[in-house]
């Protein structure tokens, strides 16, 4: 097998002296994870956006999701409109569009649609209230902190960077948005989920006592993958290939073990301070990411949190979170048990045509987060989640890079860290950086 000559530098990056050019980070997380009880906000909910006057919506990163946004934005009330598109490649623009028209009857400008590296600052000269950013997450620091300074509403995908350096540029954003008053969603639907959010006001409400453990998974089959095409450069075939590149997605424990993660982060009011992790690349076959991960994270008052993740064919699923208690336990989804494993708590689920309980009778998540967003707009209570979302995708960087390096990786570390991942160059033609699959151990050089 083939040494690699990747030194662990590469993965985590040196200590810089302060944040990222220079950027003060904010506080975040401090809640206590073992404060038994807590004030339970109230929380109620809309099916649909109060009316209001127009609010125009511009794409940016037109492929399936930013796609599915754009009609779940346009669902979530009346006098809605998604006025502008950019992408960097003209046939997603296309197909957004042509998928917009069939499903919502809006026709968008061609005047207005956009193609290119720069296609998001010609969204945000468009007229719009608001962007979708739906981009490979690589590109969200940037474009998120665009839009802020364009001072628009913002509702962008999960996760929001692939690196330390993404991670508190975005936290920075996060404070500037919200000393401009503006409402950001992050994407991470679940806390916008209706049996998640009464699940978490009863673990707030002392339901399960004193936190102690937790669990978190997403483990489903391969997802997608590309093909290099004779008619693409290396360039336009990572970006069309973004799931399997570490600097575009920033691998799958963070690109969608995120949401779990972040779960885990919601429920404690806290983020673990350290991982220890190990992974592997047993049937991926394009890209120089892994397939699967398991991670032991620990939390800063000692609790432990076991993260796996896995891509591949043929293995059990299992997409849950779990979180244990001095008095009982909890699936996080709609369940409360105590410690005997006994049923004490059960979130009561909209009724079929059969008058039973059903999940699918509840509100589509999806929507709700564009319904929460709209309503924080035309209602002038701005809410802003980028934060919490910066720190759960840092959670899961850390962890990344604690496989990949096969050694411990603190918090301390990622938030002092200069590593920013991708090409130093934007074009179409071959893409000059390293493009080597990690090995856990040889990827550890001692530092100096």
């Not at 040494?3 to 975040?28: D, E, H, L, Q």
Request: overall charge neutral; proline content about 5%; aromatic content about 8%.
């Amino acid at each position: 097998m083939k040494k690699s000559s990747i030194s662990r530098r590469n993965f985590i990056g040196k200590a810089a002296t302060v944040g990222a050019a220079g950027i003060i980070v904010p506080s975040i997380i401090t809640s206590c994870a073992r404060e038994t009880k807590k004030e339970v906000p109230a929380v109620s909910w809309l099916d649909q956006a109060p009316d209001g006057p127009v609010l125009k919506a511009g794409v940016i990163g037109c492929g399936g999701r930013g796609t599915g946004a754009a009609i779940n934005f346009l669902s979530a009330g009346p006098n809605l409109q998604v006025v502008a598109l950019g992408d960097t490649f003209k046939d997603r623009v296309e197909g957004c569009r042509a998928s917009i028209l069939k499903e919502k009857g809006q026709e968008v400008p061609l005047e207005n649609c956009f193609v290119g590296f720069d296609a998001y600052q010609k969204v945000l000269e468009a007229g719009v209230d608001l962007v979708i950013v739906a981009t490979p997450p690589y590109f969200r620091p940037e474009h998120l902190a665009a839009a802020v300074a364009a001072r628009k509403h913002i509702f962008s995908e999960k996760p929001v960077c692939v690196d330390p350096v993404g991670a508190r540029s975005l936290m920075a954003t996060a404070l500037k948005a919200k000393e401009l008053s503006l409402t950001i969603v992050t994407g991470t639907q679940r806390r916008h989920q209706r049996n998640y959010v009464a699940t978490w006001q009863q673990v707030l409400g002392g339901a399960i006592g004193d936190i102690v453990g937790a669990n978190a998974y997403w483990n489903q089959s391969k997802l997608w993958h590309r093909d290099a095409n004779k008619d693409w450069t290396e360039m336009e075939w990572m970006i069309r290939n973004w799931v399997n590149w570490t600097w575009l997605s920033g691998d799958h424990i963070v690109e969608q073990h995120v949401h779990n993660l972040d779960v885990i982060n919601w429920f404690t009011g806290s983020h673990p301070v350290k991982a220890v992790g190990m992974g592997s690349r047993q049937r991926r076959v394009t890209g120089d990411q892994y397939d699967n991960f398991s991670v032991d994270f620990v939390f800063e008052n000692g609790m432990h949190m076991h993260s796996m993740c896995r891509q591949i064919n043929g293995c059990t699923d299992n997409v849950s979170e779990r979180i244990q208690g001095t008095k009982g336990f909890t699936n996080c989804n709609d369940t409360i048990y105590d410690l005997a494993g006994t049923e004490i708590w059960k979130y009561e689920y909209p009724l079929d045509d059969q008058g039973k309980p059903s999940s699918g009778k509840m509100m589509d998540p999806y929507v709700q987060e564009h319904v929460d967003m709209v309503t924080a707009i035309r209602n002038g209570k701005s809410f802003n989640e980028l934060e919490n979302t910066a720190v759960s995708t840092l959670t899961a960087i850390m962890g990344r890079i604690s496989a990949y390096t096969g050694k411990e990786t603190t918090w301390d570390e990622m938030m002092n860290s200069d590593l920013k991942l991708g090409p130093k160059v934007f074009e179409f033609g071959p893409v000059d950086m390293p493009k080597d699959v990690p090995i856990p151990g040889e990827a550890y050089v001692p530092q100096s």
